[in-house]
Protein backbone atom coordinates (compact mmCIF):
# COMPACT_ATOMS: atom_id res chain seq x y z
CA UNK A 1 0.00 0.00 0.00
CA UNK A 2 1.50 3.08 -0.72
CA UNK A 3 1.41 6.51 0.88
CA UNK A 4 -1.47 8.26 -1.55
CA UNK A 5 -3.62 4.73 -0.81
CA UNK A 6 -3.42 4.88 2.94
CA UNK A 7 -6.34 7.37 4.46
CA UNK A 8 -5.40 10.41 6.27
CA UNK A 9 -6.02 11.60 9.30
CA UNK A 10 -5.73 15.02 10.60
CA UNK A 11 -5.90 16.21 13.84
CA UNK A 12 -6.90 20.09 14.33
CA UNK A 13 -5.38 20.71 17.61
CA UNK A 14 -7.07 24.65 17.21
CA UNK A 15 -6.22 26.63 20.26
CA UNK A 16 -6.10 24.26 22.69
CA UNK A 17 -4.27 22.72 24.84
CA UNK A 18 -3.46 25.48 27.39
CA UNK A 19 0.24 23.91 28.23
CA UNK A 20 2.97 22.46 26.35
CA UNK A 21 2.73 19.91 29.15
CA UNK A 22 -0.30 18.96 28.26
CA UNK A 23 0.74 18.80 24.43
CA UNK A 24 3.16 16.31 25.22
CA UNK A 25 1.04 14.40 26.91
CA UNK A 26 -1.58 14.60 23.75
CA UNK A 27 0.95 13.84 21.16
CA UNK A 28 2.73 10.78 22.68
CA UNK A 29 -0.88 9.40 22.76
CA UNK A 30 -1.30 9.91 19.09
CA UNK A 31 2.38 8.87 18.28
CA UNK A 32 1.88 5.37 19.99
CA UNK A 33 -1.49 4.88 18.35
CA UNK A 34 -0.36 5.61 14.85
CA UNK A 35 2.91 3.35 15.33
CA UNK A 36 0.70 0.71 15.16
CA UNK A 37 -1.26 0.97 12.55
CA UNK A 38 -1.10 0.24 8.41
CA UNK A 39 -3.94 1.98 6.77
CA UNK A 40 -4.09 5.33 7.72
CA UNK A 41 -1.24 8.46 8.00
CA UNK A 42 -1.51 10.28 11.28
CA UNK A 43 -1.23 14.53 11.07
CA UNK A 44 -1.66 16.64 13.71
CA UNK A 45 -1.87 20.22 13.97
CA UNK A 46 -1.19 21.96 16.92
CA UNK A 47 -0.71 25.61 17.62
CA UNK A 48 2.64 26.92 16.04
CA UNK A 49 3.67 27.75 19.68
CA UNK A 50 4.36 23.51 20.40
CA UNK A 51 5.58 22.54 17.05
CA UNK A 52 9.22 22.70 17.60
CA UNK A 53 9.38 20.49 20.81
CA UNK A 54 6.29 18.14 19.21
CA UNK A 55 8.89 17.91 16.33
CA UNK A 56 11.75 16.92 18.24
CA UNK A 57 9.45 13.72 19.74
CA UNK A 58 8.00 13.34 16.30
CA UNK A 59 11.89 12.94 14.51
CA UNK A 60 12.14 9.04 15.00
CA UNK A 61 8.56 7.82 15.14
CA UNK A 62 6.79 6.01 12.34
CA UNK A 63 3.41 7.36 10.48
CA UNK A 64 2.89 10.47 12.35
CA UNK A 65 3.62 14.22 11.14
CA UNK A 66 3.38 17.47 12.44
CA UNK A 67 1.40 20.41 10.36
CA UNK A 68 0.29 23.92 11.38
CA UNK A 69 -3.41 25.50 11.40
CA UNK A 70 -2.73 28.69 9.39
CA UNK A 71 0.54 30.20 7.04
CA UNK A 72 1.12 34.01 5.73
CA UNK A 73 1.61 33.92 2.04
CA UNK A 74 4.98 35.75 2.07
CA UNK A 75 8.16 33.53 3.08
CA UNK A 76 9.29 36.82 5.33
CA UNK A 77 9.54 40.54 5.86
CA UNK A 78 7.27 42.73 7.96
CA UNK A 79 4.26 40.75 8.64
CA UNK A 80 3.70 41.11 12.24
CA UNK A 81 2.31 38.32 13.81
CA UNK A 82 2.67 36.34 10.79
CA UNK A 83 4.35 32.64 10.32
CA UNK A 84 5.36 31.83 6.81
CA UNK A 85 5.97 28.55 5.48
CA UNK A 86 9.04 28.41 4.90
CA UNK A 87 9.59 28.75 8.64
CA UNK A 88 6.81 25.27 8.96
CA UNK A 89 8.94 23.65 6.97
CA UNK A 90 11.96 24.16 8.90
CA UNK A 91 10.66 22.84 11.67
CA UNK A 92 10.14 19.71 10.03
CA UNK A 93 6.68 19.78 9.53
CA UNK A 94 4.66 18.80 6.06
CA UNK A 95 1.39 19.71 6.32
CA UNK A 96 -0.76 22.79 6.27
CA UNK A 97 -4.32 23.83 7.08
CA UNK A 98 -5.68 26.45 5.04
CA UNK A 99 -8.68 28.15 5.25
CA UNK A 100 -10.67 26.73 8.25
CA UNK A 101 -14.16 28.24 8.47
CA UNK A 102 -12.78 29.55 11.84
CA UNK A 103 -10.25 31.51 10.39
CA UNK A 104 -12.58 32.88 7.05
CA UNK A 105 -15.71 33.75 10.25
CA UNK A 106 -12.76 36.04 11.50
CA UNK A 107 -12.32 37.81 7.79
CA UNK A 108 -10.06 35.36 6.05
CA UNK A 109 -11.22 35.11 2.26
CA UNK A 110 -11.10 33.16 -0.68
CA UNK A 111 -8.19 35.33 -2.22
CA UNK A 112 -6.12 35.20 0.68
CA UNK A 113 -6.76 31.54 0.75
CA UNK A 114 -6.01 31.09 -2.51
CA UNK A 115 -2.10 33.13 -2.20
CA UNK A 116 -1.69 30.70 0.93
CA UNK A 117 -2.33 27.74 -0.67
CA UNK A 118 -0.03 28.67 -3.97
CA UNK A 119 3.20 29.60 -2.09
CA UNK A 120 2.58 26.62 0.37
CA UNK A 121 2.11 24.49 -2.43
CA UNK A 122 5.11 26.03 -4.54
CA UNK A 123 7.36 25.16 -1.12
CA UNK A 124 6.31 21.80 -0.81
CA UNK A 125 4.10 22.01 2.05
CA UNK A 126 1.22 19.60 1.80
CA UNK A 127 -1.97 21.75 2.03
CA UNK A 128 -5.01 20.84 3.02
CA UNK A 129 -7.80 23.34 1.60
CA UNK A 130 -10.96 23.55 4.07
CA UNK A 131 -14.38 24.78 2.05
CA UNK A 132 -17.85 23.96 3.63
CA UNK A 133 -21.14 25.83 3.75
CA UNK A 134 -22.34 27.69 6.71
CA UNK A 135 -26.10 26.38 6.32
CA UNK A 136 -28.49 24.49 3.78
CA UNK A 137 -31.78 25.73 2.20
CA UNK A 138 -34.11 24.22 0.00
CA UNK A 139 -33.38 25.57 -2.91
CA UNK A 140 -30.01 24.06 -3.05
CA UNK A 141 -28.63 28.02 -2.70
CA UNK A 142 -25.28 26.26 -0.81
CA UNK A 143 -23.97 24.07 -3.74
CA UNK A 144 -24.01 27.47 -5.75
CA UNK A 145 -21.57 28.47 -2.53
CA UNK A 146 -19.85 25.60 -2.14
CA UNK A 147 -18.70 25.90 -6.16
CA UNK A 148 -17.55 29.65 -6.14
CA UNK A 149 -15.93 28.93 -2.88
CA UNK A 150 -13.86 26.19 -3.93
CA UNK A 151 -12.84 27.72 -7.40
CA UNK A 152 -12.17 31.03 -5.90
CA UNK A 153 -9.93 29.44 -2.86
CA UNK A 154 -7.94 27.54 -5.53
CA UNK A 155 -7.69 30.49 -8.04
CA UNK A 156 -4.05 30.31 -9.50
CA UNK A 157 -3.37 26.77 -7.90
CA UNK A 158 -2.00 25.37 -11.19
CA UNK A 159 -2.51 21.89 -12.56
CA UNK A 160 1.37 21.23 -11.97
CA UNK A 161 0.63 22.12 -8.23
CA UNK A 162 -1.91 19.26 -7.32
CA UNK A 163 -0.03 16.81 -5.98
CA UNK A 164 0.53 18.05 -2.28
CA UNK A 165 -2.95 19.35 -2.51
CA UNK A 166 -5.30 17.73 -0.13
CA UNK A 167 -9.54 19.47 0.04
CA UNK A 168 -10.59 18.98 3.16
CA UNK A 169 -15.06 19.21 3.55
CA UNK A 170 -16.14 20.55 6.44
CA UNK A 171 -20.13 21.46 6.49
CA UNK A 172 -19.61 24.63 8.85
CA UNK A 173 -23.26 23.41 10.80
CA UNK A 174 -21.34 19.72 11.56
CA UNK A 175 -18.44 21.48 13.05
CA UNK A 176 -18.25 21.56 17.10
CA UNK A 177 -21.66 19.88 17.46
CA UNK A 178 -23.20 16.63 18.49
CA UNK A 179 -23.75 15.02 14.75
CA UNK A 180 -21.39 14.27 12.11
CA UNK A 181 -22.79 14.12 8.38
CA UNK A 182 -24.75 11.03 7.64
CA UNK A 183 -22.47 8.75 5.51
CA UNK A 184 -24.33 8.92 2.15
CA UNK A 185 -24.57 12.47 2.05
CA UNK A 186 -20.89 12.54 2.93
CA UNK A 187 -20.15 10.71 -0.40
CA UNK A 188 -22.69 12.54 -2.57
CA UNK A 189 -20.79 15.85 -1.31
CA UNK A 190 -18.05 13.99 -2.28
CA UNK A 191 -18.92 13.37 -5.83
CA UNK A 192 -20.06 17.42 -6.12
CA UNK A 193 -16.87 18.26 -5.11
CA UNK A 194 -14.71 16.39 -7.37
CA UNK A 195 -16.90 17.45 -10.29
CA UNK A 196 -16.09 21.11 -9.49
CA UNK A 197 -12.94 19.85 -9.22
CA UNK A 198 -12.64 18.35 -12.81
CA UNK A 199 -14.15 21.38 -14.32
CA UNK A 200 -11.05 23.17 -13.25
CA UNK A 201 -8.30 20.51 -13.61
CA UNK A 202 -8.30 17.97 -15.98
CA UNK A 203 -10.77 15.06 -15.34
CA UNK A 204 -7.71 12.53 -14.19
CA UNK A 205 -5.94 14.98 -11.68
CA UNK A 206 -9.65 15.68 -10.30
CA UNK A 207 -10.17 11.98 -9.76
CA UNK A 208 -6.80 11.38 -8.12
CA UNK A 209 -7.11 14.70 -5.26
CA UNK A 210 -7.52 12.96 -1.37
CA UNK A 211 -10.93 14.71 -0.32
CA UNK A 212 -11.23 14.46 3.98
CA UNK A 213 -14.31 15.07 5.36
CA UNK A 214 -14.79 16.82 9.01
CA UNK A 215 -17.24 18.40 11.18
CA UNK A 216 -18.24 16.10 14.43
CA UNK A 217 -15.94 12.81 13.79
CA UNK A 218 -15.87 10.29 16.28
CA UNK A 219 -15.24 6.75 17.40
CA UNK A 220 -18.14 5.57 16.66
CA UNK A 221 -18.91 7.45 13.25
CA UNK A 222 -15.59 7.35 11.74
CA UNK A 223 -15.47 4.10 9.79
CA UNK A 224 -18.40 4.35 8.30
CA UNK A 225 -17.77 7.85 7.26
CA UNK A 226 -14.54 7.24 5.52
CA UNK A 227 -15.34 3.78 4.17
CA UNK A 228 -19.57 3.97 3.20
CA UNK A 229 -18.91 7.81 2.50
CA UNK A 230 -15.99 6.98 -0.31
CA UNK A 231 -13.72 9.75 1.35
CA UNK A 232 -9.70 9.88 2.03
CA UNK A 233 -9.53 10.61 5.37
CA UNK A 234 -10.81 12.67 8.10
CA UNK A 235 -10.47 16.12 9.63
CA UNK A 236 -11.16 15.81 13.43
CA UNK A 237 -11.32 18.47 15.49
CA UNK A 238 -12.24 17.86 19.68
CA UNK A 239 -11.88 14.31 19.40
CA UNK A 240 -7.93 14.55 18.36
CA UNK A 241 -7.78 16.18 21.90
CA UNK A 242 -8.44 13.11 23.18
CA UNK A 243 -5.94 10.38 23.49
CA UNK A 244 -8.28 7.07 24.02
CA UNK A 245 -11.15 8.18 21.34
CA UNK A 246 -8.55 9.40 18.82
CA UNK A 247 -7.11 5.92 19.31
CA UNK A 248 -10.51 4.16 18.70
CA UNK A 249 -11.04 6.18 15.79
CA UNK A 250 -6.93 5.13 13.94
CA UNK A 251 -7.98 1.88 15.44
CA UNK A 252 -11.05 1.67 12.59
CA UNK A 253 -9.17 2.64 9.55
P1 LIG B 1 -14.92 18.86 15.55
O1 LIG B 1 -14.36 17.50 15.18
O2 LIG B 1 -14.63 19.25 16.95
O3 LIG B 1 -16.36 18.98 15.16
O4 LIG B 1 -14.13 19.93 14.65
C1 LIG B 1 -14.01 19.71 13.29
C2 LIG B 1 -13.03 20.65 12.73
O5 LIG B 1 -13.29 21.84 12.62
C3 LIG B 1 -11.73 20.12 12.31
O6 LIG B 1 -11.00 21.03 11.58
Not at 96 to 111: A, P, V, Y
Not at 113 to 119: C, P, R, S, T, Y
Request: glycine share 10%; hydrophobic share 40%; proline share 3%.
Amino acid sequence: MNNREKKIIVGNWKMNPPTIMEARRIFGGAKRAASKIRRAEVVICPPFIFLSALAQSAKNSRNISLGVQNIFWETAGSYTGEISPTMVLSTGAKFTIIGHSERRILGETDNQVAKKAVLALKLGLRTIICIGENSRDEKGEYLNFLKNQIKNSLQGVSGKLLENLIIAYEPVWAIGGKEAMRPGQVEEMGIFIRKILADIYEQEAAMKLSILYGGSVDAKNAEAIVYQGNVQGLLIGRQSLEPESFKAILEVM
